[in-house]
């Protein structure tokens, strides 16, 4: 073959790879709408419709309550510490969020560390906390005001002779977190 033939040939493959990238690239275009219509048919865009009501969480014993009592405690640690909430009445099975409000009355920064205890004891193993201030300790700033929530479910397994739950929350200063310097 000789150079012009060659650059024939050349031409005509790039000429087809053109052709061949555009059609690829108008049926990437042309799935957008198809897909659509799939998605229509099968009902795979109906899952979540807006004007629907979100799923009813089946987990929830809506055929009894249960009390939560909140207590909050310092010891030895210059803080005010209390729920907003003295109780809730609530279904077990449904999330549940209080707020817990607390102040560093020092004039220095204090860092603590929050403790529950369950009455009655047996409570502890029906009560699933997904967030809480205890989790971690709590550096507050002198004159510092924090609210923290605590996020939790009571297992609808819990026995039905458990009417009340208190949930008591006593906080320490944490060692080495005091000021030494006067």
């Given at each position: 073959m000789n150079r012009s033939a060659i650059a024939d040939a050349n031409?005509?493959?790039?000429?087809?790879?053109?052709?061949?990238?555009?059609?690829m690239f108008g049926f990437g275009f042309a799935l957008v709408p198809f897909y659509d219509k799939i998605c229509e048919v099968s009902g795979a865009r109906n899952v979540f419709k807006p004007d629907q009501a979100p799923p009813a969480n089946t987990q929830v014993d809506q055929s009894r309550r249960v009390t939560?009592?909140?207590?909050?405690?310092?010891q030895r640690l210059?803080?005010?510490?209390?729920?907003?909430?003295?109780?809730?009445?609530?279904?077990p099975g449904a999330l549940t969020e209080v707020?817990?409000?607390?102040?560093?009355?020092?004039?220095?920064?204090?860092?603590?560390?929050?403790?529950?205890?369950?009455?009655?004891?047996?409570?502890?193993?029906?009560?699933?906390?997904?967030?809480?201030f205890c989790f971690r300790q709590q550096t507050l700033a002198a004159g510092e005001v924090r609210r923290m929530p605590v996020?939790?479910?009571?297992?609808?397994?819990?026995?039905k002779e458990i009417n009340?739950?208190?949930?008591?929350?006593?906080?320490?200063?944490?060692?080495?977190?005091?000021?030494?310097?006067?």
């Amino acid at each position: 073959m000789n150079r012009s033939a060659i650059a024939d040939a050349n031409r005509q493959t790039l000429r087809r790879l053109l052709a061949v990238s555009a059609l690829m690239f108008g049926f990437g275009f042309a799935l957008v709408p198809f897909y659509d219509k799939i998605c229509e048919v099968s009902g795979a865009r109906n899952v979540f419709k807006p004007d629907q009501a979100p799923p009813a969480n089946t987990q929830v014993d809506q055929s009894r309550r249960v009390t939560v009592e909140f207590d909050a405690n310092t010891q030895r640690l210059a803080w005010s510490f209390r729920p907003l909430e003295a109780h809730v009445a609530i279904h077990p099975g449904a999330l549940t969020e209080v707020v817990y409000e607390i102040r560093n009355t020092l004039d220095r920064p204090v860092t603590g560390q929050a403790v529950p205890s369950y009455g009655p004891p047996d409570a502890l193993q029906y009560f699933r906390k997904l967030e809480c201030f205890c989790f971690r300790q709590q550096t507050l700033a002198a004159g510092e005001v924090r609210r923290m929530p605590v996020v939790f479910v009571i297992d609808p397994k819990l026995p039905k002779e458990i009417n009340t739950i208190t949930l008591s929350y006593t906080f320490f200063e944490v060692a080495g977190s005091k000021d030494t310097s006067g």
